[in-house]
C-alpha cells in the first residue's frame, strides 16, 4: 500500500549499516488505516475483555521469546546500547503481562439510587479508534505502554511510529500478528510516513476519536490545537527539563552514580533524563571531581559492543542541535567541564556521536538550564540550601522527573510534597519508572493525563453511568424523593 519506498537516512554508530527499507505512507494509506480500524471496531469491542487479555499474554510470550532479536534490531535502529534496548523490550513485555490482567478487572462502580428499585453503576465503555504517535527514543516500549491498553478497553488502533524507527514497530506488528490480533485492530506498517504529513492526517481524521501522542511539547502544541478544533480527545506527554538535588548530607557515591545513569543513559535522549544538577554548595567542588573521574572512564561506541555504556545521538540534526546548546551556554557564561564537542574518534566518525558533557557555573534562567537539549549534557547549578534547591528545581515550565538525594527524612519529605512534577525519586536518579505505576508530568510536560498505572484506562476508555430502574413506574430524580 506504500507509495514509494525510501531508504534509510544516515544516522547512527554507524551509517552505513542499512537496517531496512520502509514504506513512506500518504494520505491514502492513513484513510486505508483508519478505515480498517473502524471496521474492525464494530466486533473488537464486543469480545469479552478476558478474550482481549488472553492475546494480551500470547503477545507477552512471543515478546519474550524474541526478545533479544528485537533489541538487536532496535539498537542498529536507533543507537541505545544493547542493554537499554533489552530493558526497552522488556517494559513491553511488563505491559503485556500487567495489561492482560485487566481484561479481568476494568472495574466500575455499583452505588445505590436516591430512588427505590432502582440500580446504578458504572462501567468503562470504548472511545473507538484511537490514533497512537509516538517518538523513537523508546520505538517497543512506548507504543505498547498506548496500544495494549487501548485494545484491552476494546479500542482498535492506528500506529504511527518515529520515522527513525520504523523497523522496531514492524516487529512489534508481527508479533500481535502471529498472537492473532483479529484484523483491522491494529494497523501499523501503512502508516510510518512523515509526522508532518501521515501524522497530521491522522490527527484531522474525522473516524479518529482518541489522539494519544507522546513527543516534543512544539509538536504537542499543534496535535493539541487540531484536537480542540474537532472536541477529539487527546492526551499528551511532552518534555521534560528534569533536574537531580543533592544535599550537602547525601551518599555522594550514589548520587554520582544516579546522576550519571540518569544524565547520560540513552545519551540523554529520554523525556526523563536528567539535564539539571543542583548541587549544595558545601559538596559541590567534592561531587563534580568524583563525576568528572567516572566520566573520563565512560566508553563511547557501538551499542551492539556489550562493553560499550554511550551510543550515538539518534541523527544529524540531533547532534547539531546538542552541540548549538554549547555556543548557546557559552555566550551566557556557562563553562565546559568536560565533553563540549562531537566524538568522532576511530569507527565513531561513522555516527553521531557526543562526549558527556557537562556545562559548570550554570544560573537557573540560562537556556542551557531551561530548555530541553535531548542529549548527553549536564548543567550544574549551585545552591545554597534546601529551599533554594527546591525554586530551582522547580523553576522550568516543564514538569515529569525529579529527584533528591539526602539523608535527611524530613527533607526526603518536604521535597515530595513541595517538587512540582508527576514523578519524584528519593535517592534514585530521575530515570526508571515502572508500567504499574502513573506516568506523566505537570506543567507542560502534559495535558493531565497519566499513561501506566491504572491511570491509563480513563485515557482510553469513556466512564458511561447506567441506571436501572425497576420499579415499574417513572421516579424523578431530585424531585420525588425530597420532602
Ligand atoms: P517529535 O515531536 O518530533 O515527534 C513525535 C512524533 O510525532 C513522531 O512520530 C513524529 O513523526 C510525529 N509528528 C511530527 N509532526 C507531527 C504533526 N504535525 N502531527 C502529528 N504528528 C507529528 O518528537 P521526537 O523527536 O520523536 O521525540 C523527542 C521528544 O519526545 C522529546 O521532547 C521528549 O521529551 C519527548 N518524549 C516524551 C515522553 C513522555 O512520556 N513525556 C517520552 C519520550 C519522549
Known sequence: MANGCRRKPDRLSNRNDLVGLFPASD?????????????????????????RGEL?????????????????????????????????????????????GEGRRLFGETTPSELPDKFAMSVRAPVGVCALITPWNFPMAIPTWKMFPALICGNTVVLKPAEDTPYTAVKLFEILQRAGVPPGVVNLVLVQGRGEEVGAALVRHPDVQLVSFTGSAAVGREVAAVCGQSLKRVSLELGGKNAQIVMEDADLGLAVEGALWGAFGTTGQRCTATSRLILHHDI????????????????????????????????????????????????????????????????????????????????????VAQ???????????????????????????????????????????????DIEAGITYINGPTIGAEVHLPFGGVKDTGNG???????????????????????????KAQIDNVE
Not at 29 to 36: I, K, M, W
Not at 38 to 46: G, I
Not at 69 to 92: F, N, P, S, Y
Request: aromatic share 10%; hydrophobic share 40%; proline share 3%.
Open 56 to 100: 494480551l499474554y500470547r503477545v507477552g510470550e512471543l515478546l519474550k521469546a524474541h526478545k533479544e532479536e528485537i533489541a538487536r534490531i532496535m539498537t542498529r535502529e536507533m543507537g541505545k546500547v544493547l542493554k537499554e534496548t533489552r530493558g526497552d523490550v522488556q517494559e513491553g513485555i511488563d505491559t503485556a503481562f500487567y495489561v492482560a
Open 449 to 475: 493525563h497519566r499513561e501506566a498505572g491504572t491511570t491509563v484506562y480513563d485515557i482510553f476508555s469513556e466512564w458511561k453511568s447506567i441506571y436501572v430502574d425497576y420499579s415499574g413506574r417513572l421516579q
Open 371 to 417: 530548555e530541553e537539549i535531548f542529549g548527553p549534557v549536564l548543567s550544574v547549578i549551585e545552591v545554597p540550601d534546601f529551599d533554594a534547591a527546591i525554586a530551582v528545581l522547580n523553576g522550568t515550565r516543564y514538569g515529569l522527573s525529579s529527584s533528591i538525594y539526602t539523608a535527611d527524612v524530613n527533607r526526603a519529605f518536604r521535597a515530595m510534597r
Open 27 to 51: 494520505q491514502g494509506d492513513v484513510d486505508t488505516a483508519v478505515a480498517a480500524a473502524k471496521k474492525a471496531f464494530a466486533s473488537w469491542r464486543l469480545v469479552p475483555a478476558p478474550k
Open 284 to 367: 559541590k567542588t567534592k561531587f563534580i571531581d568524583r563525576l568528572v573521574a567516572r566520566i573520563e572512564k565512560i566508553k563511547i561506541g557501538d551499542g551492539l559492543d556489550e562493553s560499550v555504556e554511550i551510543g550515538p545521538l539518534i541523527n544529524r540534526a540531533a547532534r547539531d542541535k546538542v552541540q548549538s546548546y554549547m555556543e548557546i551556554g557559552r555566550q551566557e557564561g556557562a563553562r565546559v567541564l568536560i565533553g563540549g564537542s562531537a566524538y568522532d574518534i576511530g569507527a565513531c566518525a561513522n555516527g553521531f556521536f557526543f562526549q558527556p558533557t557537562i556545562l559548570d557555573r550554570v544560573t537557573p534562567n540560562m537556556r
